[in-house]
């Protein structure tokens, strides 16, 4: 069975993936800085990253540090013989993301990009519509409130901002719905002390667009809305729907309004994947959709 080594007990890991690996019965380590050991049912705490790299026999680290250090540390897992999943982003750009490439080659491991909110079943639902029908246009929003002074998603020095943090969302939209990098790309950039807190954009490609506002500065909202020829869909908690809470797709077609309720475990269904890539061995699997949605992220960095 494989073993996971959260590098980094961050507020992601404690609340998703660790509560994910619990209910399904994954074996993980956890390396964090902190001297008190603060999670029971890993099999082993660590106090320190490089002592967890060294010891730990996991043989997937998943890496969930401020932004900033994801390469760093995303590059020392792989040396170290571990297959490496690192949370949104991966990479800060496009070099740093071909140099983790390039190692995970040469060593033979999985490196991925953890954007799961896809493996939901309200995703796979517009995923089979979206054969079925051609898509007209998609309209997204996902808005938080304004975080905390000390969150780090206001750290310039950490990679904070709404393009660091939703910036793959919006890359990832682009890839899975319209399979084809858009014809025509418009931003506008919001800055607050010199940190990106709002984002809005538009892309078109043949026949349909994407329009979509992600916000660090604004009553919260997570939603997307696909308009078909004949219907439109709209699904809420999208881009961060809540593990087993049941979620409702409305479906508008004329004036008959019909829903249907979906559950799932994203995590779960992701990391259940990375198993069989792993034991696939299929190394590169996930290196195209990872360089497709980072050029996306580098037009959004671009000023």
Known sequence: MHKILIIGYSSLAKRRIVDSLQRNNIPYDIASRSEVR??????????GYNEALNKSNADIAYISLPNTLHFKWGMKALKKGFHTIIDKPASLNLKEL????ATSKKNKKILSEAIFFNYHAQTKY????????????????????????KNILLSKKLGGGVIMDMGPYIAAVSRLFFKS??????KKVILKNKIASKIEIMFTYKRSYFVGKFSHNDKYENSIEICFKKKIIKLSRFFSPPALEKLKVL???GKIIKSKTFSDDIFKNYIEEVFRI??????SFYKKQMLHDIKIREYLQNK
């Open 98 to 101: 071909n140099l983790l490439f």
């Open 38 to 47: 603060k999670d029971l049912n890993a099999e082993i705490w660590y106090k």
């Open 181 to 186: 990098s858009p014809k025509k790309k418009i």
């Open 126 to 149: 517009i995923l089979k519509e979206i054969k079925k029908n051609k898509i007209k246009s998609i309209n997204t929003n996902f808005l938080i409130p304004r975080p905390s002074k």
């Open 251 to 253: 479906i508008l077609k």
């Open 278 to 283: 792993v034991d696939k061995k299929d190394y």
